[in-house]
């Protein structure tokens, strides 16, 4: 499967962000979608999953009551509601599936094989 994420820009803080990734290929309800970001100097880190079913989604606590992800199979699109965006959530966020991880691990970058380019979400403080 491809992605392709969209959506990034710059908010000032406090602002919202929606984030879209969209799959091109077949059976994209057969897979699990993460959001990872890396910020600039950092490592790249988890920030939200989905299951294949589009059941409870996964959250970094850093970004717990703030985003919201979900996902519309009909369309072959995630999304990563982003509200009251701060500094430390700038970074280039990047989309992320595959269709052979289970829930317990749905965290786990290793574990995802397909990746679509990244989208800049920049916040000004």
């Known amino acids: 499967v491809q992605l ?3 959506g990034g ?15 091109s290929g077949r059976a994209f309800s057969t897979y699990a979608v993460g959001w990872f970001r890396q910020a600039p100097g950092k490592e790249r880190e988890f ?20 985003f919201t992800m979900s996902r519309e199979n009909a369309k072959n699109t995630v999304y990563l509601q982003m509200n009251s965006l701060n500094a430390e959530d700038t970074a280039v966020y990047s989309c992320a599936a595959d269709s052979r991880i289970i829930w317990s691990s749905l965290f786990k970058m290793s574990n995802y094989g397909s ?11």
């Open 47 to 66: 920030v939200a999953a989905i299951s294949r079913t589009g059941g409870r989604p996964i959250y970094a606590d850093s970004v717990k009551g703030r």
């Open 9 to 23: 820009g710059l908010v000032q803080a406090g602002g919202s962000l929606r984030l879209s990734c969209t799959a």
């Open 4 to 6: 392709q994420a969209s």
């Open 115 to 125: 990746w679509g380019q990244g989208t800049q979400v920049t916040v000004s403080s």
